[in-house]
Nanobody, 119 residues
Framework: QLQASGGGLVQPGGSLRLSCAPS????????MGWYRQAPGKQREWVAS???????TYSDSLKGRFTISTDNAKNIMYLQMSGLKPEDTAVYFC???????????????WGQGTLVTVSS
């Protein structure tokens, strides 16, 4: 139900923009945020966004990453700059989706997109 994309190989100091969009039909969506999981580590929270556009970030990433949404296109982005090797991870997006007007809100995770920061 959620597709994350935009990952790839980037050199240290470089930038990438990740995207997250729903697949299939749905009635409404509330994007929640981004998480990441580095090799051998637990999944960690990266950033969150509210329906009103308020954003919060992990302290260690603040200033380098920017979360945003395009509500007209139903896409959530994570703009990453000043990337470091320790940012290497699979990045996951998270959202609540209402499949139909009479359905219930259900939380979904994207399949993850791999970001590798290496020279």
């Amino acid at each position: 139900q959620l597709q994350a994309s935009g990952g790839g190989l980037v050199q240290p100091g470089g930038s990438l923009r990740l995207s997250c969009a729903p697949s299939g039909t749905f009635f409404s969506i509330k994007f929640m945020g981004w998480y990441r999981q580095a090799p051998g580590k637990q999944r960690e929270w990266v950033a969150s966004i509210t329906t009103g556009g308020s954003t919060t970030y992990s302290d260690s990433l603040k200033g380098r990453f920017t979360i945003s949404t395009d509500n007209a296109k139903n896409i959530m982005y994570l703009q990453m700059s000043g990337l470091k090797p320790e940012d290497t991870a699979v990045y996951f997006c998270n959202a609540d989706i209402l499949p139909g007007s009479r359905s219930v809100w259900t939380n979904y995770w994207g399949q993850g997109t791999l970001v590798t920061v290496s020279s």
